[in-house]
Nanobody, 121 residues
Framework: VQLVESGGGLAQPGGSLRLSCAAS????????MSWARQAPGKGLEWVSG????????FYMDSVKGRFTISRDNAKNTLYLQMNSLKPEDTALYYC???????????????WGEGTLVTVAS
């Protein structure tokens, strides 16, 4: 199993970034996927998750209305569109594979290595 995140970088407050997670080594379409983040000196937060077929999604309260999770099962890729970015969104963002097709917070079988998002002017 391999999960490779990309798309992080420096964004200004109010700006946008789109994270991608390229998955390989397993049947991507059969598993729930999620994004988590860890800010410097803070604990892990579950940002967003999605069932295997995209029928159900989860967002943490602070990103609702700003972030959108999506997946392309034909391309084995998970996305996180992040709009209206705030300095408090600065963190290392991780892609994670679940154990089953249903998303459950904290139910992680594999992690990617993360992509850094910095929001600053």
């Amino acid at each position: 199993v391999q999960l490779v995140e990309s798309g992080g970088g420096l964004a200004q407050p109010g700006g946008s970034l789109r994270l991608s997670c390229a998955a390989s080594g397993f049947t991507f379409s059969a598993y729930a996927m999620s994004w988590a983040r860890q800010a410097p000196g803070k604990g892990l937060e579950w940002v967003s998750g999605m069932d295997s077929d995209g029928s159900s999604t989860f967002y943490m309260d602070s990103v609702k209305g700003r972030f959108t999770i999506s997946r392309d099962n034909a391309k084995n890729t998970l996305y996180l569109q992040m709009n209206s970015l705030k300095p408090e969104d600065t963190a290392l963002y991780y892609c994670a594979k679940g154990y089953t097709s249903t998303y459950n917070e904290g139910d992680v079988h594999y992690w990617g290595e993360g992509t850094l998002v910095t929001v600053a002017s």
